[in-house]
């Protein structure tokens, strides 16, 4: 029942304020979809960068600077829409930048990256030093038995200096000085855990007010001046909040136990072909990253702890250039990025194996993917472009098959 309940918060259109129904209102004023569910279709992520009607909602344009800093007038996201009387910031479009990669059997694959640029901005120009990183929505099956990993045992695989020299060093995401939070959450691990996770949603991706962030206003800057004079939707009914603790409670709940059905829409795999692929896996290095598994107590009253295999360290990893972008965000430089949970990807892709893979959906499929790898998971691709096309083929099937 409270899962259902979790479930219709998760796919509840908002409105803005004020509005006859005013359990649902408080949108914006500036916002990027309605609902949750319209970035996380179905709870998965959307397989392709766009749609018939243009850049998927998904796709958000992430702004900062240098210093970790919001640009002082759009804030820490490009928002794509407004209320009535409120401007929307502006939008995203997109080019491609595309380059060959030689794999050692002499074929080539192509690889293209999104080029974003923002047009109709409403509030003058960004500042000269804002940087700019697109983030697809990832899926937000698994969430809740990532948050149930110990700090301790991430810690345990951290090892910032490389002193084992395997070229791999895997950097804990501290978010304060005093190192009591750890980021685990979103592309670069910028969100300590999930209920802070679900809370920032509401506040920069639909413009809604929680407990944790109390601002009606949302992301509006004080450089803004409609969106600061916008009504509000909070009402004393729901502790002047727009969304209320115990709302917030359903929903966070419905996320911690959202999982997958076991089948995704690929066909199904031969069992012999998925065995040796896990082997191209080990042997490629790739669990160097990914690791495999786990213990947790979940669901939180669960009797006793069960193994389960997200396949990440979670920790951040130098990912080299061609993943670089020079917004860094909470722990993470530029160049840094959190080891993909790679579990659930049956789900990231269609019956032909193709979705939006890596943080901004560039990969169209796992090859794709992989071939972007660099840095300190230069060996590990290498050690793929290297393979026959049989043994790909067989690491494809495993990954699918997650
Ligand atoms: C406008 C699109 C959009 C909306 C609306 C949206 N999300 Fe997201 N969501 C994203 C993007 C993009 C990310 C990745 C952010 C990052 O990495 O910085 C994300 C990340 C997440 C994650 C973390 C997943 C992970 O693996 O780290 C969770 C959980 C989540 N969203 C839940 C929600 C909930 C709950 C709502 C509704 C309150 C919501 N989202 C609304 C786009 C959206
Ligand atoms: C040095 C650490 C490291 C190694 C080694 C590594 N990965 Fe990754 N992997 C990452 C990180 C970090 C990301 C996220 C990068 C991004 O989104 O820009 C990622 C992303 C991925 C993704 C995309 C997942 C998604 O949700 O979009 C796939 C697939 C993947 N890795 C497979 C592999 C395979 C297969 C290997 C071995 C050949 C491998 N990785 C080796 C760190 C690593």
């Not at 004023?29 to 392709?48: K, T």
């Not at 766009?50 to 800093?69: I, T």
């Not at 930048?97 to 409403?122: N, Q, T």
Request: one cysteine or more; glycine letters at 10%.
């Amino acid at each position: 029942m409270e899962y259902t309940l979790g479930q219709s918060i998760f796919e509840r259109i908002w409105v803005s304020a004020p509005s006859s129904t005013e359990a649902a209102d408080g949108l914006g004023p500036l916002f990027n979809a309605r609902s949750c569910v319209a970035c996380h279709p179905a709870g998965a992520r959307p397989q392709s960068l766009v749609d018939e009607k243009g850049v998927v909602p998904s796709l958000l344009m992430r702004l900062g600077l240098a210093d970790g800093g919001p640009d002082p007038v759009y804030g820490v996201q490009l928002q794509n829409e407004g209320v009535a009387g409120v401007p929307a910031e502006g939008r995203v479009v997109l080019a491609f930048e595309a380059h060959e990669a030689r794999l050692a059997d002499g074929s080539g694959i192509e690889l293209r990256k999104p080029v974003a640029a923002m047009e109709a901005l409403a509030y003058g120009p960004l500042s000269p030093e804002t940087k700019t990183g697109l983030r697809i929505g990832p899926a937000i099956h698994g969430i809740g038995p990532l948050d149930r990993i110990a700090n301790d045992d991430i810690l345990a695989g951290a090892d910032p200096d490389d002193k084992d020299g395997d070229g791999i060093s895997g950097r804990p995401a501290w978010l304060d000085q005093e190192q009591t939070k750890l980021g685990r959450f979103g592309w670069k691990a910028v969100q300590p855990d999930m209920i802070n996770q679900n809370a920032h949603a509401f506040m920069a991706d639909l413009g809604l007010s929680t407990e944790l962030f109390p601002d009606p206003q949302g992301e509006c800057t004080t450089g803004q001046a409609a969106c600061r004079a916008a009504p509000s939707g909070a009402s004393p009914q729901y502790e002047n909040l727009e969304v209320s603790p115990l709302l917030m409670t359903v929903l966070d709940r419905f996320v911690a136990e959202a999982v997958l059905p076991a089948h995704g829409p690929q066909p199904p795999a031969d069992p012999a072909m998925v065995a040796r692929g896990k082997k191209v896996f080990a042997a490629a290095g790739c669990q160097a990253c990914h690791r495999e598994s786990y213990e947790v107590t979940w669901p939180v009253e669960a009797k006793a702890p069960r193994r389960i295999s997200p396949y990440s360290d979670l920790l951040l990893h130098d990912m080299g250039p061609g993943l670089a972008e020079f917004l860094p965000e909470g722990a993470a430089l530029g160049v840094e990025w959190r080891t993909a949970p790679l579990w659930g990807l049956r789900w990231a892709l269609d019956a032909k194996g193709e979705g939006a893979l890596l943080h901004d959906g560039r990969a169209r499929t796992l090859q794709e993917a992989i071939l972007w790898h660099g840095g300190e998971a230069q060996a590990a691709r290498d050690h793929v472009a290297g393979l026959s096309s049989d043994e790909r083929a067989a690491l494809v099937t495993f990954l699918s098959n997650l």
